[in-house]
């Protein structure tokens, strides 16, 4: 009994995947020091059929990313022990790490932060308060590009 789609991909929009003979959800990494966003974040995930996991600094950020390899990150730049900035950097140096998609979740002034972000390797950014659209756009955006194909291109097969 097949799936109507290879390899789970256009299922929920990509945002379940075929691991074998198992439909998982993608994996979104949640880097942010307040419980708060923690909370909200994941329960926007969650409705949306993703499987949020969390990292509350930048030390734990690149343990957990490591550890999970999440499809993307959301990365908020106030960070205790080190601004996000550093994380990203550090993210976007690590060979294993580099493919991820990083979107930075940010209160910080987003003219310039959104630049200096991009300018590390940043995917996109969503400025807090989240506003569940934009966030789910952008993230969207960033997992359908995520294979190297524009959003909304499907790849064929001759």
Same mark, same amino acid.
């Given at each position: #009994? /097949? ?18 003979r198992? %439909? ?19 329960t ?7 499987? !949020?996991?969390?990292? !509350?600094?930048?030390?734990?950020? #690149? ?12 990365l908020?730049?106030?960070? !205790?022990? /080190?601004?996000?900035? &550093?994380? %990203? ?7 294993? %790490? ?11 002034d ?15 950014? &969503?400025?807090? !308060?989240?506003? &569940? ?9 960033? %997992?359908?590009?995520?294979? /190297? ?7 064929? #097969?001759?």
């Amino acid at each position: #009994m /097949g799936l109507g789609c290879e390899a789970g991909v256009g299922l929920e929009e990509k945002k379940i995947i075929r691991k074998g003979r198992f %439909l998982v959800k993608q994996k979104i990494l949640i880097i942010d020091d307040s419980v708060d966003s923690w909370h909200l974040l994941r329960t926007i995930l969650q409705t949306h059929n993703f499987y !949020p996991v969390w990292a !509350p600094d930048g030390m734990q950020a #690149m343990t957990a990313a490591r550890f999970h390899h999440p499809q993307a990150i959301l990365l908020d730049l106030g960070l !205790p022990g /080190g601004d996000g900035f &550093v994380v %990203l950097e550090r993210l976007k140096s690590n060979l294993l %790490l580099s493919d991820i998609p990083v979107i930075v979740v940010t209160v910080r002034d987003r003219q310039e932060a959104e630049e200096k972000a991009r300018r590390l390797g940043a995917a996109a950014y &969503v400025s807090k !308060p989240v506003q &569940v659209d934009a966030l789910m756009a952008s993230l969207q955006s960033v %997992l359908a590009t995520q294979d /190297g194909a524009p959003v909304g291109v499907t790849a064929s #097969m001759d």
